[in-house]
């Protein structure tokens, strides 16, 4: 697993900044009123991100650096989920089924000479035809007792009627759209929604006369579709959020462009060799380290790839402020769909309660409303 990281920002200025400004820009950033954002200089630290790779966590750090924010990247170890000792996954006990009975002939006596033998059109050994010793009555008796027990043995066959389709497809897009309101509200997936959700799907099913392996089946398959709606709405919330915040502070980020000129202005005036570009990265906090000597291949890597290109567009002219603006934007917006964004987001977990969504609800809408 790649190294985790927390963007913390300590309250601390770049030179050439003004405290109040700093605090109207970051306020706006990230859309918090200015009395909070007067805590966050208090001088304590506050952790700004939480738990981000490396790349999204210099992201940040560069954004808040251009409004003249000093942060301070802490790389995290990675600790082991325990969510997953909390849940057991037990059987599904199933009731077994009467097996039916035998059509093998049924052993009687002669109603003549009482000799004992498989009941055929007449007797094996004084040749009286049944047909004419038994009274019909009886006869019409024992047929009957026949058919009743052939009936009382027929398997229930599945049930699924359009009233408990409609009910178990209402519960499934109502559900998606609260899975939704509770993770944009609170800022967090929780994965017990997902059980849920394939819970209330199948219960309404139930309760709304399903039953059978049909029924479960038709189930199992609204709670995935629901599952995966919910994410869809979710990730979809979220980027319109961020494409909306990115508009609104366009013009508040003019002063972070020009900052940008600057840097790379320097970068062209002061590095000359190796050592110099080293101290450059350091100075300018592309390296999560304060030595020139301690600057790691990968960051002089990361810095030639995707800083460098843009010192050179901003020097020669051909990045102007429009320019330098979508590139900001995707920095943080990736051009793909929505969908993308779900499924790369999929991990164990995702699967674990997708999993419990999907079997609950096929056990609750196969097994009917008699055993709720």
């Known amino acids: 697993m790649d190294d985790q990281y927390n963007v913390v920002l300590k309250g601390d200025l770049l030179d050439g900044f003004d405290l109040e400004s700093v605090m109207v820009s970051f306020s706006k950033m990230f859309k918090i009123d200015l009395n909070t954002t007067k805590k966050l200089f208090s001088g304590d630290p506050h952790t700004i991100k939480k738990g981000v790779d490396h790349k999204t966590a210099y992201q940040f750090k560069t954004a808040m650096e251009r409004i003249g924010v000093v942060a301070e990247l802490r790389r995290i170890a990675p600790r082991a989920d325990n969510a997953l000792a909390s849940l057991s996954l037990e059987p599904i006990e199933v009731e077994a089924k009467q097996p039916l009975r035998s059509e093998s002939p ?52 599945d049930r699924f009627s359009r009233k408990a389709f409609l009910g178990a497809a209402g519960a499934a897009i109502l559900g998606a759209f609260i899975w939704k309101i509770i993770a944009v509200t609170f800022d967090y997936e929780l994965g017990l929604v997902a059980w849920g959700i394939g819970g209330a799907v199948g219960f309404s099913a139930a309760m709304l006369g ?97 800083v460098l290109p843009k010192f050179e567009s901003i020097e020669n002219g051909s990045l102007d402020f429009e320019g330098w603006l979508n590139a900001f934007s995707k920095e943080r917006i990736e051009d793909k769909s929505t969908l993308s964004y779900v499924f790369e987001s999929l991990g164990l977990i995702d699967f674990l309660f997708l999993f419990l969504g999907v079997a609950t609800a096929f056990r609750l809408g196969s097994s009917g409303r008699s055993s709720l």
Not at 125 to 135: A, D, Q, T
Not at 270 to 294: L, M, T
């Open 106 to 157: 049924v052993n009687f006596s002669c109603p003549k000479c009482l000799t004992k033998q498989n009941k055929g059109v007449q007797c094996v050994k004084c040749g009286v035809v049944f047909e004419k010793v038994i009274p019909r009555v009886a006869r019409g008796k024992v047929n009957n007792t026949d058919e009743g027990m052939s009936k009382e043995l027929q398997v229930d066959e």
């Open 210 to 306: 399903a039953k059978g392996q049909q029924a479960g089946v038709i189930c199992g398959l609204l709670a995935l579709f629901a599952i995966f709606g919910g994410k869809y709405l979710i990730y979809d919330s979220y980027i319109a959020v961020l494409n909306e915040t990115m508009s609104s502070i366009s013009e508040e980020l003019r002063p972070a462009f020009e900052a940008e000129q600057e840097i790379a202005a320097n970068y062209y005036r002061s590095v000359e060799d190796k050592e110099s570009k080293n101290q450059f990265i350091v100075d300018f906090g592309y390296s999560d380290y304060d030595a020139a000597s301690s600057v790691t291949l990968e960051e002089v890597a990361f810095f030639d790839e995707e």
